[in-house]
């Protein structure tokens, strides 16, 4: 069955720390990826994706993610942390066969950063 | 505003009620997506539309959901004889022919007392 999975449901750090959240996915064949985030009170916003290509791919506020196909996994990684990024971050999956395909989330990371 | 719309943003209602929303596609989208959240959780999808055949359905969407697109712009979602487990934020979103990333609206919070 196709599925992500979020290891961390609340992750805390202090300014100027670096991030990491992880990501592990399951799904046959190919496969799109993205991550979301919701800031308090705003909607689902795309912060990034991974269609085909470079695996190493860069989002919006400094954010990026990597593609291991090897680990089924597409973590995501920023090197300084700021009070502005906490928000809930949804690491998601869609079949890479169509470019019309529901999107597949994980649970979620809260992510509270203390200034 | 270009973005996804949704109406209304929240809605409480009893149970047994009938409920409906609305959702406006960003507007040069043909296809739009329903999804459902709840808390703690992330989104999980319900339906799906290219123009305006509905060409998938979640098992998640019982007998009491409907979901149309009439026209192939605007898409409704209606619930029949709502249930407490019904309360949910309903999430609407859409995407073009251009990609399969999908943009989000700001979502209906329904309350079930």
């Known amino acids: 069955a196709q599925s992500v999975s979020q290891h961390n449901h609340h992750v805390i750090l202090s300014e100027a720390a670096s991030l990491e959240l992880g990501c592990n996915y399951s799904?046959?064949?190919?496969?799109?990826l993205f991550w979301y985030v919701q800031y308090p009170g705003q909607h689902l916003q795309l912060l990034l994706k991974?269609?085909?290509?470079?695996?190493l791919v860069k989002g919006i506020k400094g954010f990026e993610a990597e593609f291991i196909k090897s680990k089924f996994s597409f973590n995501l990684r920023k090197p300084s942390v700021q009070w502005s990024d906490t928000a809930e971050y949804f690491c998601?999956?869609?079949?890479?066969?169509?470019?019309?395909?529901?999107?597949?989330f994980g649970s979620g990371t809260r992510l509270s950063i203390r200034p | 505003d270009t973005g996804v719309s949704q109406d209304p943003r929240h809605k409480i209602t009893k149970r047994g009620q009938n409920v409906t929303f609305r959702c406006d596609p960003i507007?040069?989208?043909?296809?739009l997506y329903w999804y459902r959240q709840t808390l703690g959780q992330g989104p999980e999808f319900l339906t799906y539309?290219?123009?305006?055949?509905?060409?998938?359905k979640s098992r998640l969407l019982s007998d009491r959901f409907s979901a149309e697109r009439p026209k192939g712009s605007f898409s409704t979602l209606e619930i029949q004889r709502t249930e407490q487990g019904d309360s949910a934020m309903y999430l609407c979103?859409?995407?073009?022919?251009?990609?399969?990333?999908?943009?989000f609206g700001p979502g209906t919070r329904l309350t079930v007392l």
């Open positions: 979103a859409s995407s073009s022919y251009r990609g399969p990333e999908q943009f």
């Open positions: 799904y046959g064949g190919t496969v799109n």
């Open positions: 991974y269609f085909s290509g470079d695996p």
């Open positions: 998601a999956a869609a079949s890479g066969y169509s470019s019309a395909s529901k999107i597949i």
């Open positions: 507007s040069e989208h043909n296809r």
């Open positions: 539309f290219q123009n305006e055949a509905q060409l998938e």
